[in-house]
């Protein structure tokens, strides 16, 4: 049976990461950071990642890591999705990550998947899969061509692509390494709903590639599978900040001399709100638990929590900005962060609806 309970070390990790969210991550600084050239923010991400060593949780103590488990990653999430940090904690620290110690376990790539575990632990260089953003675990891939040892072709939709210096590459059914500083590797940021996870085309013209693994199918598929899994933990983060904060804003704010918190019909939102939240962390943390024990329903896990967890994300950052009233509707106002970053991920690793398909064919309850 899963354990849904937080540890002692968890709640410590989660103390540490909502300090230093607070100190160096408020929302005026990433609103303000989301409209410049340079959305993310390199030296909160330095900071995680290398000073508190983030980044190398899901990586093997042998290969550099802290050699913790994605229940501790998740926890990392919940915080990073409260704030709408802008730093690539989900697509190098998880799913690139998870990707490559697929390729490493199955002994493939000569060591090259080790040795970017390696440096992908520290921090100092970020990694993201070369998959679009909405593509589901298991999907067919749109890969590029590989000719002569180099990549040729374009792919669309790549999160967080426009701060990575390895980017994984799936091509003719195999996948590769290519740095991005190199010749023939050309980066160009598309217009992204949520700023803070920016979207890149990413085009190859004769790039240097390094073999990771000859089957790219299943490496690609673990690390999509932990990005979905874990993804649901984000979303708890956002649906938790925006349900707070409204009720903080409902018993403040008054209207007929009394606080708009107290009128029946809110209480009722804000509370069938609350059972939707506490659901998602249920399946956020069974999903979790799953991807770290090795559970043989890690599939069943997954699917249940991202079927779940984007509706909710989504409906709390409405209901917060509708609850919130005339200040809500300011651009200015942090919800409008949540409610794009949750629209986001609604089809992020796949929508809601193609979740409750897989679960349906994992369960076989199918429809009739």
């Known amino acids: 049976m899963s354990d849904l309970l937080y540890t002692q070390e968890e709640d410590a990790l989660r103390a540490a990461v909502r300090g230093l969210l607070d ?35 899901l ?23 409260r704030a709408v940090a ?27 998947a080790a040795e970017l575990l390696g440096a992908l632990a520290t921090g100092r260089v970020i ?23 180099a990549l040729h072709g374009e792919l669309t939709g790549i999160a967080d692509a426009t701060g990575a210096d390895v980017l994984l590459v799936p091509a003719d059914g195999a996948l590769y390494a290519v740095d991005t500083a190199q010749d023939g590797v050309t980066v160009t940021p598309q217009v992204s709903l949520d700023l803070t996870r920016p979207l890149a085309t990413v ?29 649901a933990s984000e979303q708890l983060g956002i649906a938790e900040w925006c349900l707070t904060e409204t009720v903080r804003y409902t018993k403040e704010r008054h209207q007929f001399n009394r606080p708009v918190g107290s009128f029946q019909a809110l209480k009722h ?39 779940y967890a984007a509706p909710v994300a989504v409906r709390a950052a409405e209901e917060a900005l509708q609850l919130h009233g005339g200040i809500g509707m300011t651009w200015e106002h942090p919800v409008h962060l949540c409610l794009k970053r949750a629209k986001a991920d609604s089809i992020a690793f796949g929508t809601a609806g193609r979740h409750r398909e897989a679960l349906a064919e994992l369960v076989d309850l199918r429809a009739p």
């Open 203 to 231: 085009s190859f013209d004769a790039a240097r590639a390094r073999l990771l693994t000859p089957d790219a199918a299943a490496a690609v598929r673990a690390g999509l599978r932990a990005g979905a899994a874990l993804l």
């Open 23 to 57: 100190d160096r991550c408020d929302a005026a600084a990433v609103l303000a950071r989301a409209e410049s050239d340079r959305p993310h923010d390199l030296e909160l991400w330095k900071t995680l990642a290398g000073e508190m060593g983030l980044a190398g949780l």
């Open 86 to 112: 802008p730093v690539p904690y989900l697509t190098s620290a998880v799913v690139a990550t998870q990707t490559l110690l697929a390729c490493e376990s199955a002994g493939a790539g000569g060591g090259e």
């Open 127 to 149: 990694g993201v899969l070369a998959v679009g953003l909405a593509v589901a675990p298991g999907a067919p891939l749109t890969g590029v061509r590989h000719e002569d040892g």
């Open 269 to 307: 939102r804000l509370a069938q709100l609350w059972l939707e939240v506490v659901g998602v962390r249920a399946a956020a943390r069974n999903a979790a638990d799953a991807l770290a024990t090795g559970s043989a329903d890690a599939d069943v896990a997954a699917a249940l929590a991202q079927s």
């Open 59 to 81: 990586v093997p103590e042998r290969l550099g890591g802290q050699g913790a488990s994605h229940r501790e990653a998740a926890v990392v999430l919940e915080e990073l999705g």
